[in-house]
């Protein structure tokens, strides 16, 4: 059973930066397509970026494009979330996903079988 474990919010000011990871145990990474999303109060779970199963594509939210990157470690246990830029509407509950999916990857929550406990990020000055 794979296990999802996020790690790294934390506050920051405007233009800061973070890095977000995501741990797996339980099984591999490379067996499944990634998301990540955010959650601010009140609000649901907004995809920001994911992952195809290969690991040699991403997608971004039209919102971190430019500013956000993901990537996986050789090893494929880990994923990470760099974000650069960071302005205040980025701020809130960050989760990881995977889904076993052979092709593409979704930003959409519904979309994910397993999901880590998420980590909070807040961009304040």
């Known amino acids: 059973q794979l296990q999802l474990v996020e790690s790294g919010g934390g506050l920051v000011q405007p233009g800061g930066s973070l890095r977000l990871s995501c741990a797996a145990s339980?099984?591999?990474?490379?067996?499944?397509?990634i998301g990540w999303f955010r959650q601010a109060p009140g609000t649901e779970r907004v995809g920001v970026s994911c992952?195809?199963?290969?690991?040699?594509?991403?997608m971004y939210a039209d919102s971190v494009k430019g500013r956000f990157t993901l990537s996986r470690d050789n090893g494929k246990t880990t994923v990470y979330l760099q974000m650069n830029n960071l302005k205040p509407e980025d701020t809130g509950v960050y989760f990881c996903?995977?889904?076993?999916?052979?092709?593409?990857?979704?930003?959409?929550?519904?979309?994910?079988?397993?999901w880590g406990q998420g980590t909070q990020v807040t961009v304040s000055s």
């Open positions: 996903a995977a889904v076993s999916q052979d092709f593409g990857c979704e930003m959409g929550a519904l979309e994910y079988d397993y």
């Open positions: 339980g099984s591999s990474l490379g067996n499944y397509a």
């Open positions: 992952m195809f199963k290969g690991g040699s594509t991403t």
